[in-house]
């Protein structure tokens, strides 16, 4: 069976153009799971994810990018972190219901999208942002592309309830070539993907039927995972640090103390005998 979460470069091998194409499956569906999103909302965050995922494929050191859509509308975050390992988590945050279908500049406003990239080997992190251009995030993301790499680039991503696809191209520092009409020709070629194309095929039958005349080089495809560790440890650090008179303050108060990880869409809970277990005397 072929990998249902996956991401895959290519390389045109008679032109300077490039891409790569993200298939995911399982884990879109553990991201969204128990989170019940409205359809326009879930289409932001997909793209997002989509992107991020195209973005993390070429980390060279061990480390994490986050990318962060800030808004002034009723979106007013949405966030995607992957590591160089390609494991992924997301969330999207709102400030009033939604129920209209909308696009993307009515549900997220006036904004920016962040980038943070970590190296975890030196600990530096590198930022860089750009205002959100364009009706649609996609719009907003291939220009953030082709701002921040100078580079042509073209990007198509689907999503449904059930998977999210993407296709990336992008032209190549200039290169002595017969074809100079190469670029304008397979850009035209992938605009005429559709979404069922993008979110059912895998690589090669997509790849044949949008460039079946063009001589494709496909890499290894390399797995993407969703994880995002319930760490009711640190929780309890948390905890410990306010001291055990205000803690108890709190389960007083409230009768259990609940704290709710946003990006990992959990509850971790603590009652008295976990109060006990965490202030006990060593």
Not at 91 to 96: L, P
Not at 177 to 193: N, Y
Not at 228 to 248: I, N, P, Y
């Amino acid at each position: 069976m072929p990998l249902q979460d996956y991401i895959q470069r290519f390389l045109f091998k008679d032109h300077a153009i490039r891409g790569q194409r993200l298939l995911l499956n399982q884990a879109w569906l553990s991201m969204l799971k128990d989170r019940h999103y409205p359809v326009s909302l879930r289409q932001l965050l997909g793209e997002l994810t989509g992107f991020s995922a195209l973005l993390a494929n070429g980390i060279k050191h061990k480390g994490k990018i986050t990318l962060q859509v800030q808004g002034t509308g009723p979106v007013n975050l949405l966030v995607v972190e992957m590591t160089h390992e390609l494991k992924l988590k997301g969330m999207a945050k709102t400030n009033q219901l939604i129920t209209a279908q909308t696009n993307a500049d009515q549900l997220l406003g006036e904004g920016q999208i962040l980038l943070s990239l970590e190296n975890s080997l030196t600990d530096h992190i590198y930022q860089s942002y750009v205002s959100r251009e364009g009706a649609q995030l996609v719009d907003s993301l291939e220009h953030f592309l082709s701002q921040s790499e100078q580079l042509d680039t073209r990007l198509w991503i689907s999503v449904s309830e059930q998977a999210i696809g993407a296709l990336y191209l992008q032209k190549m520092p200039a290169i002595k070539t017969s074809d100079a009409d190469a670029w304008d020709r397979i850009q035209h070629l992938a605009s005429t993907v559709k979404d069922e194309e993008l979110l059912e095929l895998d690589n090669e039958t997509l790849l044949t039927r949008l460039f079946h005349e063009e001589v494709v080089e496909l890499y290894e495809a390399k797995p993407i995972q969703y994880e995002c560790t319930q760490d009711r440890e640190r929780v309890a650090t948390m905890l410990k640090s306010l001291g055990e008179e205000e803690a108890r303050t709190l389960l007083k108060e409230q009768g259990e103390i609940v704290v709710f990880n946003e990006m990992c869409n959990y509850h971790e809970r603590f009652n008295s005998e976990d109060l006990d277990k965490l202030f006990k005397t060593q």
